[in-house]
């Protein structure tokens, strides 16, 4: 494993609600990373089964293991935000607790983001369901703007990385489609998104992914850019009719390459 004591380190932030049957295989994919100096602070969102003992336990391996526990449900946007808020890292990373990386995701990343001098990144990802791994990856553009991303969001939250410096003043909020929000916020403030090469992380789709209602999603997609984006009508439904397009094609394809 490389020495990385000039290299920077990197919060992870891993939110876990009832979540003991898959994010001891989350953590895992986090502590065989060959990239050394993180923290992985795992919020555990006033979970009632087993899951804050399997962090514990992990916590008593591993001193970069950090628990912080919500005695009342924040929910996503908020037990993210909590783990911002206690961490120190230079670059920010998240990940799910029923989701995985690559062993070379962080070192891969950062050493792009350092070489390439840029503040944000995301990056392709595979899905699976019940361990089963798939020959599809979900390709991601090269590069996204603030008005790209107002068509369609093809960031998978898993492959993100950032620079702290950059969300001093942003923060995820409790709205629809949260984490969509929070990339919305950075990138109105003139910056650019880039795909860092190869496909690092497994992203894990559950019946409810499958079935998830489409017309629901356009609507928290319709309050999100109307009430909290502010924007113009006309200009809600020209890049509703994007988001309508895109999310279609990939459910197609997520659900062909499961059961094909």
């Not at 100096?37 to 003992?53: A, K």
């Not at 009430?227 to 999310?247: D, E, Q, T």
């Amino acid at each position: 494993m490389p020495h990385v004591d000039d290299k920077p380190k990197i919060s992870i932030i891993m939110p876990a609600y009832n979540a003991q049957y898959t994010i001891a295989e989350s953590i895992e994919s986090v502590l065989r990373q060959t990239y050394l100096d993180f923290e992985l602070i795992i919020i555990n969102d006033n979970s009632t089964d087993d899951t804050t003992r399997i962090i514990q336990a992990y916590q008593i391996q591993d001193s970069r293991v950090i628990l912080i526990n919500n005695f009342f449900d924040k929910g996503a946007a908020g037990a993210r935000q909590s783990g911002i808020c206690h961490s120190q890292g230079e670059f920010i990373a998240f990940l799910d607790s029923d989701d995985l990386w690559h062993e070379s995701k962080l070192e891969n990343t950062i050493n792009y983001m350092i070489k390439k001098n840029v503040s944000m990144t995301y990056g392709d990802y595979a899905v699976f369901r019940h361990n089963r791994f798939v020959n599809t990856t979900y390709e991601v553009p090269e590069k996204l703007s603030y008005k790209d991303l107002l068509k369609y969001c093809p960031i998978g939250c898993l492959t993100v990385v950032i620079r702290r410096n950059i969300i001093e003043n942003i923060r995820f909020r409790n709205v629809p489609k949260e984490d969509y929000d929070f990339w919305l916020q950075i990138l109105k403030n003139e910056h650019i998104a880039y795909k860092v090469p190869g496909c690092m992380a497994f992203y894990r789709v559950g019946r409810d992914t499958l079935s998830s209602n489409k017309i629901k999603e356009l609507k928290k997609q319709f309050m999100l850019l109307r009430y909290i984006h502010k924007m113009p009508l006309i200009k809600v439904f020209f890049n509703l009719s994007f988001y309508a397009a895109r999310g279609i094609a990939k459910n197609i394809r997520i659900k062909m390459s499961l059961t094909g």
